[in-house]
């Protein structure tokens, strides 16, 4: 599987933990910056990871700031693009199963790095179950083609 994955200063850290992760499993990864722990804003790599998966360049986006909040709501401005914040293994892999999620974010400040792991892992084998998910989900595209 190919990611794309971008932070800001606060999720820098995990970010080049993740991608070796990623790597060490045979993942393919596109780094999106942030590149390093100077302050910097959090849509420029939110925006720049979601763009690869709407642009079809990667299957799924990762981003990460201390919250997990400020990059989750930029990405998902981007047409296309379903993003969830990983809090739990459960809901890593339910928001791809009901939501078809596409990219996922996290919190450095609230998980271990063990824990992001998990998820991921969660998020990487989960498959959209479709049937009336896809109905739902098919519903949030239609708005979004307003």
Known sequence: MKFSIGCDHGG??????????????????????????????????AIKTAEKVKNGEVD???V?????????????KVKGIRCGIGYNTTV??????????NMIAFGADYFTIQEVEAMLDEFIKAEFAKGKHEIRV?????YENK
């Open 92 to 101: 890593a892999r339910l928001m791809r199963e009901h939501n078809d999620a």
């Open 60 to 62: 799924r986006g990762i």
């Open 64 to 76: 990460i700031c201390r919250s997990g909040e400020g990059v989750s709501i930029a990405a998902n």
């Open 12 to 45: 820098y850290e995990y970010k080049e933990q993740v991608i070796k992760y990623l790597k060490d499993k045979g993942h393919e990864v596109v780094d999106c910056g942030t590149y390093s722990l100077d302050s910097c804003h959090y849509p420029v790599f």
């Open 138 to 142: 098919n519903m949030i595209k239609d």
